[in-house]
Every structure is written in structure tokens, then in C-alpha cells.
């Protein structure tokens, strides 16, 4: 499987479509003093779109983007694009890491010199790692796949093969939150013996029939805020598991439809406050929006919702991940479960709650998630 070099370049007609689609914009009305409460902020959507038509400056994003090593290679017949920087030390590990939803491989972006070259950032030229960035299928510069359902376990699948059969890595780690969780999560359950350790920022729900161990009272109260969390957040996740061609239509031909489903998340699921660029600049939100604007990838990246949904068949994998497994969990009410319910799934291996952070953990805390990542697989590195 052929690997070629990739270099971001969107055609300027792209961009001038773009902003003329953002100058026509037919802004709907808002009630007096709602603010955040029914949906995005008609004021500040109002303003990061005046931002993209007049000060946001794409070709220095794509030039900031490109100074990484990007490829592609064609793995079971999915066209991948990921980054990949070489580690800077005496024996780098080669290390996975899965973006979420509705983030793109530009989440990861921080944390990728803090891990390849840490001695440069503060750390140990030992704690190197051989970084592999991918862009999920129809997410960002990876191909849209209309023929083929992308499972969390289907990810996996082509993550093993890239790793091992494209980049000739016999062994690896992998890390993940949110969707990125899933996908190494399956990496681990599928995958053990090419898997040195996964290292998570969410833990998947356990089984939990007859012969299950009784809920704790932690592991209950943890339920029952999933329960509320999704009576109020969870909307989206119906909507694009069930029927996210009905809402595509809307969001890949209306950059301002676009920006107010992905920017109220990123609001809502941060560690902001209230206040969202207290965590994120108008120009990290608006280069996450630009990149599924120009790829069109708002439909195949909420079809990951469906396919998950509706996957055909038992799953053979094994419910248990027997490999080493890391646990760092921010302060986002529905990824903040309690050891034991981890327990039921993950060899859990080291286990940290930090005092702040979102959904967005990368982006958000990227030196204190990448000095947990090399803590956890510091004592894994004898298994290269």
C-alpha cells in the first residue's frame, strides 16, 4: 500500500463561494434575552461569521497545517490522510491518536511536538513517540465512503492495517477520546497483540447483564447524570444516529448552519464557562469549520453516528481489553465515570481525573493530557 506525501491546498474558488455564502446569509430571528439557552447565540454567530467573511485568514492556517508530514495511503480501499512525525529521541514509540466528533485531526495539532520531540517541550528525550494523526473516514482529507459502513470496530480495523501493513510498525499505543475512545477501544479488543496499551479520555459503557457484579453507588449517580446529560445534550446523537441525511442538506450548503451545529458544541462540552473563547480562538474554531466546510465532510462524519447505530451482526470482539489500559477523564459531566464502571471493561493501569478540561481535552489541555499519555506508557516501553 503506497504512501504519498499530502499537502493541504483549497482552490480559491472554494474560499470565494465561501464568503459569498456567508455575506447572503438569511439570519433567522432569536428570542429577547435567550442568549445560549434555545441554541447558538444569534450575537455571536453574528460575530465569528463577520470574523470568517473578514479578518479569518485560511492560507495561513493551511501553511501552519502543512509545515506537518502529511500523507496518504489507500487502506482497504479508503482513501486515509493523517499526519505523521518521526520522535525525536533514542527510541520513539510509535503512537496512534483519534480525534472525536465534531473536531478533525486539527484537535490533535497541539499535542504532537509536545510527544514527538518532548525534550524540546520540557520533557524526556525517552518519552518519544512516533505520532500518527489520522483524519476518521469522511472526516477532514480522508475519503467520504458511501459503499462502506465505518464502525467504530471498521476503524480499528484500518487503523491496525495502516500502522502495521502501511507504516510497518509491529507494535503500537493508541489514544483516543470520544469517538477517537471507540476506535481505541476496538483497537485494543481486536487487535491485542499488535497493541502495546491504549490510553483514553472516555470509557465505553460495560456490559452489564445477569451475571454482572451489582451497580455501586457511585456507578449509579454516574447514570443517572448520563440520563440528564442527554435529555438535554444528547439531541444530536438521536438525530445523526437515525436520520443525518435529512439535516446534511442544511449543512453542507450553509456555512452559518454549519458553524451554529458544530460551535454550540464546542461551547456546551468545554471546560468554558460560558464564555467559549476562553478556551478557543476565533481562528482554531473557524480553521476546524473551514476544513469540514471545503471537504464537505458534515454528512459522512455524522453518518459515523448511523453506521455505529445500525451495525449488523454480533460483535465477536471480546467484551474485555486485556491490553494495558490509561484513563485521564476531564471535568465533562458525561465522560466522568468512576473507577469501577472503567473496571468492567479496561485493564486499567493508571487512572487520573483532572481538575479542568472538556470534551475537547487535546485542544483544550494539551501539555497536561501529553505528560499523561507519556506517564502512562512509560513503563510500557520495554514492549516495543
Not at 50 to 78: A, K, M, P, T
Request: charged residues 25%; hydrophobic residues 35%; proline residues 6%.
Amino acid at each position: 500500500m503506497a504512501v504519498k506525501p499530502f499537502q493541504i491546498h483549497v482552490e480559491q474558488f472554494v474560499l470565494d463561494d465561501l464568503r459569498s455564502r456567508l455575506k447572503k446569509t438569511r439570519w433567522p430571528d432569536a428570542v429577547k434575552g435567550s442568549e445560549w439557552n434555545r441554541g447558538t447565540s444569534l450575537e455571536y454567530l453574528q460575530q465569528i461569521t463577520d470574523y470568517w467573511i473578514d479578518d479569518f485568514d485560511w492560507r495561513e492556517q493551511e501553511r501552519q497545517l502543512n509545515e506537518f508530514q502529511q500523507f496518504s495511503s489507500d487502506v482497504d480501499g479508503v482513501k486515509l490522510h493523517f499526519i505523521h512525525e518521526r520522535g525525536r529521541g533514542p527510541k520513539p514509540m510509535p503512537l496512534i491518536l483519534t480525534h472525536g466528533w465534531p473536531s478533525s485531526f486539527f484537535e490533535m495539532t497541539k499535542m504532537i511536538h509536545l510527544l514527538s520531540d518532548p525534550a524540546a517541550n520540557g520533557g524526556d528525550a525517552n518519552d518519544a513517540f512516533d505520532v500518527v494523526v489520522p483524519s476518521l473516514p469522511g472526516c477532514g482529507f480522508s475519503q467520504r465512503s458511501i459503499q462502506k459502513s465505518m464502525t467504530l470496530e471498521a476503524i480499528a480495523d484500518l487503523w491496525a492495517q495502516l500502522m502495521v501493513s502501511v507504516l510497518g510498525y509491529h507494535r503500537f499505543g493508541a489514544h483516543g477520546g470520544d469517538i477517537g475512545a471507540g476506535v481505541s477501544t476496538n483497537l485494543g479488543r481486536r487487535h491485542p497483540e499488535k497493541i502495546i496499551g491504549i490510553h483514553i479520555t472516555a470509557v465505553a459503557s460495560p456490559f452489564l447483564g445477569p451475571e454482572a457484579a451489582p451497580l455501586s453507588s457511585a456507578e449509579k449517580n454516574y447514570l443517572s447524570q448520563i440520563r440528564l446529560w442527554e435529555k438535554e445534550e444528547g439531541a444530536y446523537e438521536h438525530l445523526q444516529g437515525t436520520r443525518p441525511q435529512t439535516l446534511a442538506y442544511g449543512l453542507n450548503d450553509s456555512p452559518v448552519g454549519l458553524a451554529a451545529w458544530i460551535i454550540e458544541k464546542f461551547r456546551a462540552w468545554s471546560d468554558c464557562g460560558g464564555n467559549i473563547e476562553q478556551r478557543f480562538s476565533k481562528d482554531e474554531l473557524l480553521t476546524n469549520l473551514t476544513i469540514y466546510w471545503v471537504t464537505e465532510t458534515i454528512n459522512s462524519s455524522m453518518r459515523l453516528y448511523y453506521d455505529h447505530q445500525h451495525r449488523k451482526g454480533p460483535d465477536q470482539s471480546p467484551r474485555w481489553v486485556e491490553v494495558p489500559t490509561g484513563v485521564t477523564l476531564t471535568v465533562e459531566p458525561v465522560n466522568r465515570a468512576p473507577i469501577e464502571w472503567a473496571k468492567r471493561t479496561y485493564n486499567v493501569q493508571r487512572w487520573t481525573e483532572l481538575p479542568k478540561g472538556g470534551h475537547f481535552a487535546a485542544f483544550e489541555e494539551p501539555e497536561l493530557l501529553a505528560e499523561e499519555i507519556r506517564a502512562f506508557f512509560r513503563p510500557l516501553r520495554k514492549q516495543i
